[in-house]
């Protein structure tokens, strides 16, 4: 947001709105894409299609010519959009792009093809060659049927790859404007393709980059709304971070056609927002356009200047010519204004009005240091005064003694005054051996008039924290705050600190984070080697081999039983009958696919086919036996 509020209310003199943007394209913007893209195109992973928008953003932006011609030729491909792409690519860089056989048979292919990627990228080969001209025709009608479904777009808009398919279909239509059939083809899809950019009647996500391949479709301009302008400025510039260069060549090449409307948005801000104490405060404005041309401002007003968390103005409706305004230094202090500003831009005659911060600083300086070693967490009275820096030597203090260490200190300005409250002030405390460093608040004293701060540290309550590292520590004052021009360290010198040694607690689980020693610690943590259970001791393989024979012994006994029995095909004298066999073979057979883990018989198709299979069986059986029973009466009453 630039620091800013970004509360941006316009109203030109014609009574138009001027929009202002929070950001816009600019020259650095263009240096780090150009770099970008001469990467892409020199990269062997990319893409012909990448490399044709690199090489057509570079020559909108002037930059270096990066055609390499023997790199182009080693790119060639059998696939029909890349072939077509690095064609492109090398027809645009002068070098020698010849088309085989094989391409123009995928060519042709393309044209019969229905889907509507291939038969774009087809069409334009083809046109590009000159070539197939019947079979171009016969392509396009079939791409309008398959763009459009009952009147609507078929492409499911929301999916990225579907609006980079519009795009190459509004690419077609620019380079076939003569022909007839798409002259029919744009007539029918232009007004639903114009509903996709912000603003526009359509309910999937908007691309702001289709403004300019529909611009180029015809020679009048676009009739887009001036908040919807806005937006789709606003989207385009944020498009300057994408990583694909067709992207950024259609979003460049869109804020070209945004910036030429009346009602261009453009970006307004102040050039400097940090004023030294004692000076008059003088405020310029900068306004640039979408591509970051600067744009003459005619007036420039403060309307209204007060501190921030104040409500009284500091200064109102300050008008110079212009693009700077002066503010007296009498009526400044150190700390942050809030400022309302308004300018008029010459060429539009539009006004417009924003809001921002500055700060007043002002040079500080750390000034009546003192140091203490006392048993109390009190100030202590008798400080031993540090008047340099580096100067301390000869303090030490013991946790184990709960020594606390009392800093004093004073913060003043340029002439001892005028300096702001800082809003950051610390004692910090640094292992020279280590680097291992503890830092403090410091506090204002209450009851002083000046800016007195003090810092008591009780070593005792804090050896955590220092690590139980005993040694020489450096002690350093760090003032900070936004109206200071730069932040102060004051170093007093090296004091020697003692702490106990690190014992060994066994504390109650859960007394403490199970992470509490990686959580707090300020160094690697020793590696843990974890020891996995050494496997089972298993039996010898003799054994092993003896029971799993024995386990087969019942099996063996089993089948040699069944290979003696002969088969008596003779009581199969009912339909009954033959149905038991036939439904104790299916069960059989469902045992035997699923011990294979065969498809369609898992374990839950087993259990749900044996649902069904069994009570027929068993029906079956009751039956099967009835007719053999019968039968053998029969046989004996006959006998």
């Known amino acids: 947001m630039y620091g800013a509020l970004a509360i941006f209310l316009v109203l030109s003199l014609a009574g138009l709105i001027a929009a202002d943007l929070t950001d816009h394209w600019s020259s650095a913007d263009n240096s780090r894409i150009v770099k970008f893209l001469q990467s892409t195109i020199s990269s062997k992973g990319s893409s012909n299609e990448q490399t044709y928008y690199s090489l057509q953003f570079l020559r909108e932006a002037n930059a270096a010519n990066s055609c390499d011609c023997s790199a182009l030729t080693g790119r060639l491909s059998r696939d029909l959009s890349e072939a077509f792409f690095g064609f492109q690519s090398s027809e645009s860089c002068g070098c020698p792009h010849e088309v085989d056989n094989a391409t123009l048979d995928s060519i042709k292919l393309g044209l019969s093809s229905d889907n509507i990627v291939d038969a774009v990228i087809a069409i334009r080969f083809a046109n590009k060659l000159q070539k197939f001209s019947n079979e171009v025709s016969n392509a396009l009608l079939r791409l309008r049927g398959a763009l459009l479904v009952d009147g609507e777009l078929s492409l499911a808009l929301s999916e990225p790859s579907s609006l980079k398919v519009l795009h190459s279909v509004l690419d077609l239509l620019f380079e076939l404007k003569d022909n007839e059939a798409a002259k029919d083809l744009k007539s029918d899809i232009s007004d639903k393709i114009f509903a996709l950019l912000p603003g526009g009647d359509g309910d999937v996500t908007s691309d702001p980059t289709l403004i300019f391949p529909l611009s180029r479709l015809s020679d009048k301009k676009l009739r887009i709304e001036k908040n919807a302008l806005k937006v789709s400025a606003e989207q385009l510039i944020n498009s300057k971070f994408a990583a694909d260069a067709q992207t950024l060549y259609n979003a460049f090449k869109s804020l070209e056609v945004v910036q030429k409307y009346k009602a261009a948005p453009f970006h307004a801000a102040l050039k400097q927002k940090t004023l030294q104490h004692g000076e008059a405060m003088a405020l310029e404005a900068e306004v640039v356009d979408v591509l970051g ?73 750390v000034e009546s240091v003192g140091i203490a070693v006392s048993d109390s967490k009190k100030a202590a009275g008798d400080l031993t005064s540090v008047k340099s820096q580096n100067s301390l030597s000869g303090i030490s203090a013991s946790a184990s003694a709960q020594d606390v260490i009392h800093v004093s200190f004073k913060v003043s300005g340029k002439g001892g005054e005028g300096v702001k409250r800082p809003h950051q002030a610390f004692v910090r405390f640094t292992n020279i051996e280590t680097s291992l460093s503890a830092v403090y608040s410091a506090s204002k004293v209450s009851d002083s008039s000046s800016l007195e701060f003090h810092a008591a540290v009780a070593l005792g309550e804090e050896t955590e924290i220092f690590d139980f590292q005993s040694g020489q520590y450096l002690v350093s004052i760090l003032v900070a705050d936004s109206a200071i021009a730069q932040p102060v360290e004051w170093i007093l010198g090296s004091i020697d600190l003692v702490f106990p040694g690190r014992q060994s607690v066994n504390l109650p689980l859960y007394a403490k984070s199970l992470l509490h020693t990686s959580d707090t610690t300020l160094k690697a943590l020793p590696e843990i080697e974890h020891q996995m259970r050494p496997p089972a001791k298993q039996a010898s393989n003799f054994m092993a081999a003896t029971f799993t024979a024995l386990t087969l012994v019942p099996l063996l006994a089993f089948i040699i039983f069944n290979l003696g029995l002969k088969p008596n095909f003779a009581k199969l004298n009912s339909i009954w009958s033959i149905a038991f066999v036939v439904l104790l073979g299916s069960i059989f057979a469902l045992y035997y696919g699923y011990w294979l883990a065969l498809e369609g018989v898992s374990f839950y198709d087993t259990i749900k086919y044996l649902f069904i299979l069994l009570p027929v069986t068993i029906l079956a059986g009751k039956y099967s036996l009835s007719a053999v029973a019968t039968a053998r009466l029969a046989k004996e009453k006959s006998a």
């Open 293 to 365: 041309n600067n744009v003459e401002v005619e007036e420039i007003e403060i309307v209204s200047l007060k501190v921030i968390g104040k409500d009284s103005f500091v200064a109102q409706n300050l008008k110079e010519k212009g693009s700077k305004v002066t503010v007296p230094a009498d009526n400044l202090s150190v700390g942050r204004y809030g400022v309302s500003v308004s300018v008029t831009l010459a060429p539009k005659q539009a006004t417009s009005k924003f809001q921002t911060f500055v700060v007043v600083q002002e040079s500080a300086k």
